[in-house]
């Protein structure tokens, strides 16, 4: 599987285009703001002769949502995200006036749910979602084992966690969830986390003062 990552935004938010040998591909967070930001990611995907199939979200914060629409239209994807989190999708413009961001409208809404042990399939390829809520109600992770791969949003990050003081937010069922349903993976398994640079469980096992 190839994974590209764009970091868009003032956020710099990790968007990531996943394909395999099919040319078929997955956008999951797509966090292009500006004009600019947009043609790097259907640069790409033109330039790689990629076929977009599904538009997914890890959760649905503003930084992660900003270039929904815009792929929605251009690729005609409706967004995906668990349920718990549809609630953001009504009030991202509003949120985003607070952080001095002005967008001219929400989101569109979700076309499908995405619920723990689902199985997203793209060419040759299967993702399958891992619910952990704790950052967001509806935080999701996509994992691959044959591949050894963790899309894991805002849950988990390279010597630290997800903040838990935004709506919905709650550190212990943060912290419980990635210690039962994440640290169990292999230790070899490659986490790629919403923003920052990508890790290994194994190294979060060892070295994550938050999960001791």
């Keep these: 599987m ?3 990552t764009l970091p868009l935004n003032p956020w710099q938010v990790n968007t990531y285009i996943l394909s395999d040998e099919t040319n078929e591909c997955v956008i999951i967070d797509p966090g292009c703001f500006s004009e600019e930001e947009q043609q790097q990611l259907t640069g790409f995907i033109s330039d790689n002769g990629l076929k977009p199939v599904r538009l997914l979200h890890t959760h649905l914060h503003l930084d992660h949502v900003f270039g929904t629409r815009f792929v929605s239209e251009e690729y005609n994807l409706k967004p995906e995200a668990h349920p718990d989190d549809e609630f953001f999708i009504g009030i991202t413009k509003e949120y985003a006036s607070l952080f001095g961001v002005t967008i ?15 199985e997203v399939k793209f ?10 809520p704790g950052h967001s ?21 390279r010597d630290s966690t997800g903040r838990t003081d935004l709506p919905g937010g709650d550190y212990d069922t943060l912290i419980s969830n ?3 349903k994440l640290l169990t993976l292999p230790e070899n398994t ?18 994550n003062q938050f999960l001791r």
Excluded: C, R, W
């Design 123 to 132: 060419g040759n390829s299967t993702l399958t979602v891992i619910h952990i």
């Design 104 to 118: 001219d409208e929400d989101p569109p809404p979700l076309g499908n749910y995405l619920n723990d042990g689902d």
């Design 2 to 4: 190839n994974i590209h």
């Design 178 to 180: 990635i210690k039962n």
């Design 137 to 157: 109600p509806g935080g999701v992770t996509f994992y691959n084992e044959k591949e050894g791969i963790l899309i894991a949003g805002d849950v988990l990050f």
């Design 190 to 207: 490659v986490v790629y986390p919403g923003h920052g640079p990508s890790t290994t469980i194994g190294y979060e096992k060892k070295n």
